[in-house]
């Protein structure tokens, strides 16, 4: 069979990594794929998606990701902490934070594989577009789209953020650690305007 490339001894006659322990070579067994986002705050939406994933997936890294251009109404260390509270002792889910380009963190954690979930058509411009540019930064990684379950489908962070600054009940929308870390940033009143985007 010819090689695509460069032909490499650690593959198989498919063209697939054997198990190597020395060097780290992943098996094709274990199905690694990186979940990423902002997760300011995570939703229902989200949660619903981590357990979709763990449906395919082996294992499931919840990256947040961290923009210093970009206000967040949760820091990074609470978005990361609130996360774990809920996927509570879930042994195939770990949960982190990465900063720089996304396609830089896949690589250094050894997936292959992105998933991303889409809402509607305009999730769908901004995520084709999205996955395009990982694509031409980082041709070995690919994206994987879920959509959305019906009962989720218009949760967004920011709409959750916005009820419950003005005293709504996001109760059906986020889970309970999430529900309580809201109530306690928006007790002292009026949040700056950017971190609710």
């Known amino acids: ?3 695509f490339g460069r032909c490499d001894p650690r593959r198989n006659s498919a063209g697939f990594n054997q198990f190597d322990e020395e060097k780290g070579l992943r098996t094709m067994s274990e199905r690694l794929a990186i979940y990423p986002g902002s997760f300011d ?6 949660v619903d998606l981590i357990r979709r994933g763990l449906r395919l997936f082996d294992r499931l890294i919840v990256a947040v990701a961290v923009n210093p251009r970009k206000a ?3 820091t990074a260390d609470e978005r990361v902490e609130v996360i774990r509270q809920v996927v509570g002792d879930e042994p195939r889910v770990q949960v982190t934070s990465f900063n720089g380009l996304l396609v ?3 690589r250094s954690s050894g997936a292959r594989i992105l998933i991303r ?3 509607a058509l305009a999730d769908f411009e901004y995520e084709f577009q999205f996955a395009h540019m990982n694509r031409r930064l980082a041709p070995e990684i690919d994206s994987v789209f879920m959509m959305t379950s019906e009962e989720n489908f218009y949760v967004s962070s920011s709409l959750v953020k916005e009820v419950a600054a003005f005293g709504g009940d996001v109760s ?6 999430v529900q309580r870390l809201l109530a306690s940033k928006f007790a002292g009143g009026p949040v700056a305007p950017d971190v609710m985007k």
């Open 1 to 3: 069979m010819g090689c």
């Open 41 to 46: 705050p995570i939703t229902n939406g989200h």
């Open 72 to 74: 967040t109404l949760l």
């Open 104 to 106: 830089d963190y896949v």
């Open 117 to 119: 979930g889409l809402r």
């Open 172 to 177: 059906s929308l986020v889970p309970d650690p």
